[in-house]
């Protein structure tokens, strides 16, 4: 054991462990970023953790000499330090990002899958089986465990992290159930990962097919997550498609009462107009502002003959109006029909959601104004809105960077935005000009 230890303490069983800590806390950041809500100076905490762990890691020498005498009769010991690792990253990443236990578990989940197929590629089949040489060549191993790294990641980032930020600010409810659920699958996946390590070391000769079990394994893992993540997504969509068929009903039910009103006003009118003359002036006033009333309340319910989008502007069109906000609304010859109604409402019950957030924030009341339009021009169905905000936004990826906590919202407001955009091939535009906030969506029409 004395030859082993002095074997582990060379550089690259050093680099080893610091690789395993530099993945893992990769991996968490990597999927954290993309849908959580971030906590006050998360930049200086992510930058503190990965001090940490990086010394941290090096305990793994000093744990493995104080289990010396247990390892040859329970080698489960040294994966026992993994475990502690992984589970206390978990936690930092939790006093990192505003995430419930549900989430928590999910993520380190399948960033602890991520970080074991490089684990398996660069550590068990190119280091020790194809290019055993590569651990002396230490320069050459941490270059080649970066680029493995990144490659595999990119492809992460591009197929399923970039993809979260459809759940909003969570993913899994957060119910007993989920709790339950993600950490019985978290003692499922760490024993057969480790109880593969022990073939690894006790089984040389078994190595290229432990290696491909254990791949194949995290494989599996990361597909089940993401059908997890689908299926709460499509609860979700569910949901609000209900609540939309809901409203739809509402909706009817206010547009009949005001066209029974504007009919009965015709009638009255009708038959009132000689009657008028010999009215006082006040109450023939009175008469024609309450049908005026009717008819402008009439008008704005209805913008088009999609009744998902009537449904949707005349509910963000009362909310604007109960919270003295002018919403002013024009929508073209458009057809959205190959918009699907939940995506309907990400793109534009995000977009008027957080202008209405922004003009509620105006110290100046008369300047709480929003414009949308929804035009069809060249091909493309264009939705623009404009409002009005103070102070000044800084733009990282051609979205807003701010550390304000509804600012953060809004953030990732967009981020869904972006992705249902992307989605029918379309393309996200934000700019700022003259304190004036444009959210510009452009979707080909032809993408049905």
């Not at 953790?49 to 289990?67: D, K, N, P, T």
Request: aromatic share 12%; net charge neutral; hydrophobic share 50%.
């Amino acid at each position: 054991m004395g030859e082993a230890a002095v074997a582990l303490a060379a550089p690259a069983a050093t680099f080893e462990e610091l690789r395993f800590v530099w993945e893992l806390y990769a991996a968490e950041a990597l999927f954290l970023t993309s849908f959580a809500s971030r906590r006050g100076r998360v930049g200086a905490r992510l930058a503190l953790g990965l001090a940490l762990f990086s010394v941290l890691s090096q305990g793994y020498f000093v744990w493995l000499r104080a289990m010396a005498p247990l390892v040859p009769v329970f080698p489960v010991v040294v994966a026992l330090w993994y475990v502690v690792l992984t589970l206390l990253m978990m936690a930092y990443f939790r006093w990192c990002f505003a995430v419930s236990y549900a989430d928590t578990l999910y993520v380190g989940i399948i960033s602890y899958a991520a970080q074991h197929v490089v684990y398996a590629v660069v550590h068990e089949m190119l280091a020790r089986w194809l290019l055993p040489q590569l651990a002396e060549r230490l320069v050459a191993y941490v270059a080649l465990s970066a680029l493995v790294c990144a490659a595999w990641y990119g492809l992460l980032y591009w197929f399923f992290s970039r993809r979260l930020s459809l759940a909003g600010e969570k993913i899994l409810e957060g119910s007993p159930r989920d709790v339950v659920m993600m950490t019985g699958l978290l003692v499922i996946f760490l024993g057969c990962a480790f109880g593969f390590q022990h073939l690894f070391t006790n089984f040389a000769g078994s190595r290229p097919t432990v290696i491909w079990m254990t791949v194949l394994l995290c494989l599996m893992v990361l597909g089940l997550q993401y059908a997890n993540f689908q299926a709460a997504l499509m609860g979700r969509e569910r949901a609000a498609t209900e609540q939309m068929l809901r409203e739809g009903a509402r909706h009817w039910d206010l547009s009949h009462e005001l066209i029974e009103n504007v009919n009965r006003s015709v009638h009255d009118l009708k038959h009132a107009l000689r009657a008028l003359e010999q009215l006082p002036a006040e109450q023939r006033e009175g008469f024609v502002n309450e049908t005026s009333e009717y008819i402008r309340r009439y008008e704005s319910l209805v913008y088009s003959e999609n009744e998902a989008l009537n449904t949707l502007l005349s509910e963000k069109a009362l909310l604007c109006e109960n919270r003295g906000i002018s919403f002013s609304c024009v929508v073209g010859s458009v057809d959205l029909g190959f918009i699907s109604m939940p995506d309907l409402y990400v793109l534009l019950g995000n977009t008027i959601d957080n202008a209405i957030e922004a003009v509620q924030r105006l110290s100046d009341s008369a300047r709480r104004a929003i414009t949308l339009q929804v035009q069809g021009r060249a091909g493309l169905v264009l939705i623009t809105c404009d409002n009005p905000f103070e102070g000044e936004l800084r733009m990282r990826g051609g979205l807003p960077l701010t550390s304000k906590a509804d600012a953060s919202r809004h953030g990732f407001g967009l981020k869904s935005i972006r992705l249902i955009a992307e989605k029918y091939d379309g393309v996200l535009d934000v700019s700022t000009d003259g304190g004036v906030f444009t959210v510009q969506i452009s979707i080909p029409a032809q993408a049905w």
